[in-house]
């Protein structure tokens, strides 16, 4: 079928005018064809992220140069603009995207109400004008806990839930992983649908956003003979090596619309983990493998790094934005481990499990080694000792008690395989523990993805090997479009009972049916019940759990 676009029309009719009047006469012979000035567009979507009681990160791409564009209003349940003292209404004009950002830019949008419905709507602008612009939506924490929000009343319609400081959202990780990439003739990555139509307030991703070790062909061949077919490009088809090719793996996931859709009315709080640079690295390593030509693993991260950073609606020095600043748009990365508010009854740290991790070794060390770094860990026990907030959760971008080997000997997770006193890396994670207990932490809820399945693990001390800690949860979710694998072993040191769990029928099982691709759904209630649920793909509830808080 022949691609007769809009423009093609234009420019079709504007040459056949101007032959037309060269044949009849009534133009000169050296008469120009009237240009048509190409306006640029949004190829990726829209996004937000980080998303506040007052503050959300604005996210685009164009198609080419221009300065970022942002309408910001307030709107009730249906939609409809608010005026009057519920009204909220702000255009933004922000940093300019150019070539050194890929055309990415962001902008930090502060002092926005609680509480609040937005309508949304990103553009870009150039010497041709305004770009075309795409719209979305997304909600403010709650402010309060009285059943009124800081940015308004019941009435106003502000926020997912607008009546209550309750709130849900969902978590994942692992996208388009092993060759499974977006399937159109199954709709696409379906996973990100399931979750959309929860209507959750936010979504954590917690990790392997990309896999840009994984090349995609444009079919596999499954265990059952079926075929896969997948949507490819060019930066796709190969190991990601250069700024570029991981720039590539990004627009690829983009690609996908049920992504996309998501993005566009659902905030995002993202996380890395290996599969933004390589499998299992850590900072310094030298690959041993044949198909990079590239092997210094703090080079290829340092590209990784940076695209992950300008495709994700995290803030980073460009979102921070003042007139006269940053208008060049480079590339100014900001921390990963970071802490959202999101009101009274919930904060999220988020963690960076990668950028400060020792090799891989046994784990048997008897000193500390690193899976977060010190600094980092400070910074986990200072912020969460002095959150009020009812709920804390710590979104780790790997689970605590799983076993995942890195070869024969070595392990790429913190625990070791060894079910005595915390040794390497667990000796971190043990004096974060010990020290929630001794400032009287309460009501902590580790949330991660990683190893493929799901599941549902208790730890307490008095299974444990190491006792200074109070017990806690921790939920596992994931993959949400890529290769089942697991359950995997659990190490003991901390006590975890394997509550539940749910993988896939078997090791590298594709996504086509949806059944062993899963993602946690969180409700928090206004009365401080946190329930958490596991799904899959298809939206079917597998597991249930409801927290009541500790007070």
């Not at 009854?345 to 988020?350: E, G, H, M, T």
């Amino acid at each position: 079928m022949t691609d007769f676009t809009r423009r093609t029309l234009v420019k079709t009719s504007l040459a056949g005018l101007t032959l037309a009047g060269l044949a009849s006469g009534t133009a000169p012979a050296h008469a120009a064809i009237p240009l048509v000035r190409k306006r640029l567009t949004l190829p990726t979507g829209i996004a937000t992220g980080d998303v506040t009681t007052d503050s959300a990160v604005l996210w685009s791409r164009a198609s080419g140069p221009g300065r970022m564009t942002a309408t910001i209003q307030a709107v009730d349940n249906a939609g409809e603009i608010l005026r009057g003292r519920f009204g909220f209404s702000r255009t933004i004009r922000g940093p300019l995207a150019t070539e050194a950002s890929d055309f990415t830019a962001k902008i930090q949008a502060n002092g926005l109400p609680a509480g609040t419905r937005f309508a949304l709507e990103l553009g870009f602008e150039d010497e041709n004008g305004s770009s075309e612009t795409v719209r979305g939506t997304f909600s403010t924490a709650p402010g309060s806990v009285n059943g009124k929000n800081d940015g308004g009343t019941e009435d106003a319609g502000g926020g997912g839930s607008p009546s209550s400081s309750s709130q849900t959202f969902v978590w994942t990780g692992d996208t388009a992983g092993q060759g499974w990439g977006i399937n159109e003739d199954l709709g696409g990555m379906r996973g990100y649908k399931a979750m959309h139509a929860t209507r959750p307030d936010f979504f954590i991703h917690s990790g392997d956003t990309i896999y840009a070790d994984g090349p995609i062909a444009a079919t596999v061949t499954e265990k059952d003979g079926q075929v896969w077919r997948n949507i490819v490009t060019e930066e796709v088809s190969k190991v990601a090596e250069t700024l570029q090719e991981y720039r590539g793996r990004h627009r690829y996931n983009s690609m996908d619309a049920n992504m996309r859709a998501m993005f566009a009315e659902v905030p995002v709080i993202a996380q890395w983990d290996d599969h933004e640079t390589h499998n299992n690295w850590y900072p310094g390593q030298i690959l041993d493998d044949a198909r990079y030509i590239e092997r210094n693993v703090n080079t290829l991260a340092a590209r990784g790094r940076q695209a992950w950073q300008e495709n994700m609606p995290i803030a980073d020095a460009a979102a921070l934005w003042r007139p006269g600043k940053f208008d060049a748009g480079q590339y100014q990365p900001a921390r990963i481990y970071r802490k959202i508010p999101r009101g009274p009854q919930l904060d999220i740290f988020c963690l960076d499990m990668r950028t400060f991790k020792s090799p891989n070794t046994d784990g048997m060390e008897p000193y500390t080694t690193n899976i977060l770094g010190q600094e980092q860990v400070d910074w986990l026990i200072k912020e969460v000792r002095k959150s009020k907030a009812t709920w804390k959760v710590i979104a780790a971008d790997l689970p605590l008690g799983i076993i995942v080997p890195d070869g024969a000997v070595n392990q790429e997770s913190l625990s070791n395989r060894d079910n005595g006193a915390p040794l390497g890396r667990e000796l971190e994670i043990a004096g974060v523990l010990s020290a929630f207990k001794k400032f009287g932490v309460k009501n902590t809820v580790w949330l991660t993805a990683d190893v493929h399945y799901c599941a549902a693990h208790h730890y307490s001390p008095e299974r444990a090997s190491f006792t200074d800690f109070d017990p806690f949860w921790e939920f596992v979710a994931g993959p949400i479009n890529a290769g089942s694998f697991g359950p995997n072993d659990v190490d003991g040191t901390f006590g975890p009972e394997v509550v539940f769990s749910k993988a896939g029928r078997f090791a590298g099982e594709s996504p086509r049916d949806g059944e062993n691709q899963y993602f946690g759904h969180v409700e928090l209630a206004s009365d401080g019940v946190f329930t958490v649920s596991l799904r899959n793909a298809l939206g079917a509830v597998l597991y249930s759990k409801a927290l009541t808080p500790q007070r």
